[in-house]
């Protein structure tokens, strides 16, 4: 598939973390403007300190880049950036990650997260034509009990949040540490996802599953190690939303070339791709296509197929899902066949 076309197609992203979307001269400008003294000297420095070992190494610097976000128009100014990103990408759904903790526990006001962010996504529909939904991330090296708080806020706006997840540092931090929490926010009736298995065990991604009941894995990536998943995975078409640019960056897998993308495609996985953190990753969607398509040697019907899990694994109702498979093979039927 050439390269326009991966731009052209209709796509959805449903693995990115909003405070992830910080391109370093937004973080300097909203340094600027809020008084915020950052530790890094230069633009150019900061762009250094991008240099990450591990999942651990990458969220320390994450962490302090999002000290810069303190008033409502600071988070609409960073979602409305990342969508207007998105758009320019054909990027026409997608679902959101927010981490209200790293605010909250720094004396930011959920209202304001919320709402900055949410007008940004009204805007979005209204200028772009992009539709969005909000996904909460609780932070797992915090405990079940700060959970319980953050939960107790979005409960106040349910009608813009559509979902909970899961994220921040795995290693020891297991999906089971979260069960009570996540049993009350399915009671409440939100969806559920969960990161496990990007650097945790395929343990992580059966907890994630039985104790949790998410709808979606978010990297997922070691189930390899697991045949009994693999097959579970394959039999249930749970979604993996795979991010191939951050497992590179995170040192998941050293290089594309050893990405098990294609593997878990070939074992018949409804694998979806996405951008993470794309700010601190060095690329949006369509970078990361570009990537996985070269470095995996995928064939048309397979990038097709990609895109296609996308919607198929997206929280959009069926009707919807449809309206969009059909502007997208529209789109790709000259061309493929
Ligand atoms: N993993 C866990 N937590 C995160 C990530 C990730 O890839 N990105 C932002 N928070
Ligand atoms: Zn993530």
Same mark, same amino acid.
């Given at each position: 598939?050439?390269?326009?076309?991966?731009?052209?197609?209709? $796509?959805?992203?449903?693995?990115?973390?909003?405070?992830?979307?910080?391109?370093?001269?937004?973080?300097?400008? !909203? +340094? *600027?403007?809020?008084?915020?003294? !950052? %530790?890094?000297?230069?633009?150019?420095?900061?762009?250094? +300190?991008?240099?990450?070992?591990?999942?651990?190494?990458?969220?320390? &610097?994450?962490?302090?880049?999002?000290?810069? !976000?303190?008033?409502?128009?600071?988070?609409? #100014?960073?979602?409305?950036?990342?969508?207007? $990103?998105?758009?320019?990408?054909?990027? =026409?759904?997608?679902?959101?990650?927010?981490? %209200?903790?790293?605010?909250?526990?720094?004396?930011?006001?959920?209202?304001?997260?919320?709402?900055?962010?949410?007008?940004?996504?009204?805007?979005?529909?209204?200028?772009?034509?992009?539709?969005?939904?909000?996904?909460?991330?609780?932070?797992?090296?915090? @405990?079940?009990?700060?959970?319980?708080?953050?939960?107790?806020?979005?409960?106040?706006? *349910?009608?813009?949040?559509?979902?909970?997840?899961?994220?921040?540092?795995?290693?020891?931090?297991?999906?089971?540490?979260?069960?009570?929490?996540?049993?009350?926010?399915?009671?409440?009736?939100?969806?559920? &996802?969960?990161?496990?298995?990007?650097?945790? /065990? /395929?343990?992580?991604?059966?907890? +994630?599953?039985?104790?949790?009941?998410?709808?979606?894995?978010?990297?997922?990536?070691?189930?390899?190690? #697991?045949?009994?998943?693999?097959?579970?995975?394959?039999?249930? *078409?749970?979604?993996?939303?795979?991010? /191939?640019?951050?497992?590179?960056?995170?040192?998941?897998?050293?290089?594309?070339?050893?990405?098990?993308?294609?593997?878990?495609?070939?074992?018949?996985?409804?694998?979806? &791709?996405?951008?993470?953190?794309?700010?601190?990753?060095?690329?949006?969607? &369509?970078?990361?296509?570009? +990537?996985?398509?070269?470095?995996?040697?995928?064939?048309? @019907?397979? =990038?097709?197929?990609?895109?296609?899990?996308?919607? $198929?694994? @997206?929280?959009?109702?069926?009707?919807?899902?449809?309206?969009?498979?059909?502007?997208?093979?529209?789109?790709?039927? /000259?061309?493929?066949?």
């Amino acid at each position: 598939m050439n390269n326009n076309l991966i731009q052209e197609i209709p $796509k959805t992203e449903l693995h990115l973390h909003i405070e992830g979307t910080l391109e370093p001269e937004l973080m300097f400008s !909203l +340094a *600027q403007r809020n008084h915020i003294k !950052l %530790p890094f000297a230069s633009l150019e420095k900061t762009k250094e +300190a991008y240099n990450f070992s591990n999942l651990q190494s990458f969220l320390d &610097v994450y962490y302090q880049g999002a000290n810069v !976000l303190i008033n409502e128009q600071d988070f609409f #100014d960073l979602t409305f950036a990342y969508l207007q $990103k998105a758009a320019s990408q054909n990027i =026409v759904h997608t679902e959101i990650f927010f981490d %209200p903790q790293t605010h909250t526990d720094r004396g930011i006001p959920f209202a304001t997260i919320i709402n900055g962010i949410n007008q940004a996504l009204i805007k979005a529909k209204e200028e772009l034509n992009i539709s969005s939904y909000l996904i909460l991330c609780f932070l797992r090296h915090l @405990s079940e009990e700060s959970a319980f708080q953050t939960l107790e806020e979005a409960l106040k706006y *349910q009608d813009q949040i559509i979902g909970i997840g899961l994220d921040s540092s795995e290693l020891g931090h297991p999906p089971s540490k979260f069960k009570n929490v996540f049993k009350k926010a399915k009671e409440a009736g939100f969806l559920t &996802v969960a990161h496990a298995g990007e650097e945790g /065990p /395929p343990e992580y991604i059966w907890e +994630a599953i039985n104790i949790l009941g998410v709808s979606r894995i978010d990297h997922g990536v070691r189930c390899l190690e #697991d045949q009994k998943l693999i097959d579970y995975l394959r039999e249930t *078409q749970i979604p993996l939303t795979v991010c /191939p640019l951050s497992n590179v960056k995170l040192k998941v897998f050293n290089s594309i070339q050893e990405h098990n993308l294609k593997k878990l495609l070939d074992l018949g996985l409804c694998v979806t &791709v996405n951008s993470d953190d794309p700010a601190y990753f060095g690329g949006y969607l &369509v970078e990361n296509f570009l +990537a996985i398509k070269d470095g995996l040697n995928l064939t048309d @019907s397979e =990038v097709k197929k990609l895109v296609e899990n996308g919607f $198929k694994a @997206s929280f959009l109702p069926e009707e919807l899902k449809l309206v969009n498979f059909f502007r997208f093979t529209q789109l790709l039927t /000259p061309q493929l066949f």
